[in-house]
Structures are given as C-alpha cells and as structure tokens.
C-alpha cells in the first residue's frame, strides 16, 4: 500500500495512526518504514464512530509517518530511522562487568553488529537500570544474576547513527562457570568469550576499550565516565 502510494499516485506522505498499547501494531507499521512521530492526545472516541458528542469517551494515539524521500525500511539508515524515533529520546542502557579468576572480561558476540560488547541492553520505560540488566541476563544467557554494585555511569556520544546514551555498568562478580551454564538467544548472540585487556582491545569499540582498561584500575566506588574516559573539564 505504501508504495503504490509513493509510486502510482505520487503522495509525499502516509501517516497512520495506533493504540498506543497495541505493540503488534506498533511492530508491523516499523516494519513498513513508518516512524513514529508523537503522541496524539484524544485523536479517537472509543466504540462506535457514530457516537459523537462531547461526552465521547476518546484515546489517545500514536502518529507514525513515512515519507516518500526516508529510505527503506530494510536498509540501514531506514532501520535506524525507524527505531530512532521510537526510542526514548535519552536513551539509557545497562551492561554488567563479569570476571572469571584469571581476570578476564566476558564479552558478547553480537548478531547484529561485529563489535563484541558486555552483556546488557537498552533500558525500558519505568524500568530500573539494575531490573533492565537482570532481565537481559536472564532473556539473552538463561542464567539468573543479581548486580552487586555500580562502577561506572558512561555517557555515549552519537555513535554510526545512534543517538546518544547514558550506560550504567555495574559489577556481576567472579563467575568462572558462566559460560558453562548459559543458553543463548540464538536472534541475539553468536557466542560468549572470555577476554583479556588485548582481546577486548581487538574485538570490542574503541569505548568499551576504553572504559573496560579505565575500569580495571578502579577498586571502590563509582566511575564519572565520557565516552568510555574521564571526562576533561
């Protein structure tokens, strides 16, 4: 239908419009490249659209739109446009240290995007930073951890069109049989690596590099962090 829009009948624009709590929707108009663009307060009366009348009782809804000029949705930029305008506009994630006795840094192989990175994710709505890495945990490795305390608040600047974030990294423990025991969601990891300072150097983003090497000279507290470095005033 979009683009019989787009190119039969040579529209600029298609908008629509869904409940708000109707998240198959939701996924099904992203899917079609539509962004969403705000929330309409009262745009629908509830029941008949015959009832009319101001005592209607009327819902809210969310305005999603697609331009003629915006790329496919199955492109990159259209991929990220898309979940750009759905996301939190300060996006907020969670990630956890875990060690084994040698030392080593758990890292994730990542099914959507080379770079390996600590397990974790991005933070719901009414979510606490410390539930949002419990329950990553939990969905993506199977296996139940609880955080132990916060080493490090790391703001991220816009990075390959993401937007910019704020990371809570908090300390997992020594856990040697991690790897053992996990169960991975195959949409979401490749596979687990225990990893040295010089591998996590090789494999992971130049600020997780960075974070991880300024991390592991900390021994109490809580790490003010920029980019993965102390911040320069």
């Known amino acids: 239908m979009i683009r019989y829009a787009f190119e039969e009948l040579g529209l600029h624009r298609v908008a629509a419009y869904a409940d708000p709590h109707d998240a198959a929707c939701l996924r099904t108009a992203g899917r079609a490249g539509l962004r969403i663009e705000g929330l309409v307060r009262a745009a629908k009366e509830r029941g008949s659209e015959s009832s009319g009348g101001h005592g209607a009782e009327r819902h809210d809804c969310v ?85 132990q305390s916060l080493v490090a608040v790391n703001w991220l600047p816009s990075w390959r069109g993401w937007d910019d974030a704020m990371l809570c990294v908090f300390d997992l423990g020594v856990d040697d049989q991690v790897i053992a025991r996990a169960r991975l969601e195959p949409r979401e990891l490749r596979a687990l690596h225990w990893c040295t300072l010089d591998l996590v150097e090789r494999r992971a983003a130049g600020y997780v590099t960075r974070m991880v090497k300024r991390l592991a000279h900390q021994r109490e507290g809580t790490a003010y962090l920029e980019d993965g470095s102390d911040p320069t005033w």
């Open 63 to 147: 305005q999603l739109a697609r331009l003629a000029t915006d790329p496919e949705p199955t492109s990159r930029d259209g991929f990220i446009g898309v979940l750009n305008a759905g996301l939190p506009t300060k996006r907020l994630i969670a990630q956890g240290l875990i060690r084994n006795n040698a030392n080593e840094i758990l890292l994730c192989e990542l099914t959507y995007k080379q770079e390996w990175d600590l397990p974790g994710g991005v933070v719901d709505p009414h979510e606490s930073p410390a539930c949002a890495l419990t329950r990553e945990i939990r969905e993506e490795l199977q296996v139940e951890m609880v955080p």
